[in-house]
């Protein structure tokens, strides 16, 4: 399949392009910036232009956007309109005009804004949470979901949504928490874009892409008055872990993803969970361990 990623300097996009490549598809990586996985350099804002470029490609997955970063780095909202939203419009009028008859668009679990807020209990997050925004990120996601689910069910084009959890640059004991009940690896991300690419849609349809975790709704009271003792009950070896490295369980988590959605329908299967970061760390200090007595 010919295949056009935005956004690929980034972290997911990048990851996508790669990882669309090693499966056989032919991908083309577009963004503003110069990267080994770009070969177009262009803004999705220049509807012309992208209507030119984008011509003989079978489907776009969209990652490019201004994030959360941006309004700390004082973006002003018109920015954050022009790019996401309007650059959003003109890839699925692109689609269009074009004949592209599929569409992946990357929202994030930010959406789901105030819905997160509880003083009892952590939040159970699947797709069926109400979304309440809180900022202009959170805003210009939802008009894109939104215009996705309009070029569905107006132009018959495949778009589908995809609200990905946490991947920032973080230490790793704060990046291995994240991963017990809201992180993502950009590897897991592309991997369930590369899953949906292949998928015949029916109607239109949202997705929760994350790590996953291993709590289930009857954890949610304890998760947010006593964290350590539910992750000791399911994971008793990171609790050692964490203490060797001198790292901090979270003492209250406030929120769980739960991405069974994209697990029944995709089949996705994450596999840089929490789980699988403890066993590396523990194995490596294993072979550390024999090594030095080997010596």
């Not at 996985?37 to 201004?66: C, R, S, V």
């Not at 668009?105 to 925004?133: C, M, R």
Request: glycine fraction near 6%.
């Amino acid at each position: 399949m010919r295949v056009l990623v935005t956004g690929s300097a980034g972290k997911l996009g990048s990851v996508t392009v790669k990882l669309l490549a090693d499966f056989g598809h032919m991908v083309t990586g577009l963004d503003i910036s110069a990267s080994a996985t770009t070969k177009l350099i262009a803004d999705i804002k220049d509807k012309n232009t992208l209507l030119e470029i984008t011509k003989g490609f079978d489907a776009i997955i969209h990652t490019a956007a201004l994030h959360g970063r941006h309004m700390d780095l004082n973006y002003s909202r018109e920015e954050f309109v022009d790019t996401n939203v309007k650059g959003t419009l003109n890839l699925l009028n692109a689609c269009v005009a074009n004949g592209i008859s599929k569409f992946l668009f990357t929202s994030t679990t930010s959406i789901y804004g105030k819905s997160l807020v509880n003083n009892h209990a952590a939040v159970w997050v699947d797709e069926e949470l109400p979304i309440q925004p809180r900022d202009i990120y959170d805003i210009t996601k939802q008009l894109c979901e939104e215009l996705c689910r309009e070029f569905f069910e107006k132009e018959r084009i495949e778009a589908t949504v995809y609200r990905v959890g946490r991947f920032l640059p973080e230490p790793e004991d704060l990046k291995l928490s994240h991963r017990l009940y809201r992180g993502l690896d950009e590897q897991d991300g592309a991997e369930a874009l590369r899953l949906a690419l292949d998928h015949k849609f029916d109607q239109f349809e949202i997705f929760n892409i994350s790590s996953g975790s291993p709590f289930q709704k009857e954890d949610l009271i304890d998760l947010k008055r006593d964290a350590l003792n539910v992750i000791a009950k399911y994971y008793p070896e990171a609790i050692e872990l964490y203490e060797r490295n001198h790292w901090t369980f979270p003492k209250s988590i406030d929120r769980v993803y739960c991405s069974d959605k994209a697990k029944d329908m995709l089949s996705y299967r994450p596999k840089f969970t929490f789980e699988y970061l403890v066993k590396e760390q523990i194995q490596a200090r294993t072979s550390s361990a024999g090594i030095d007595g080997v010596a």
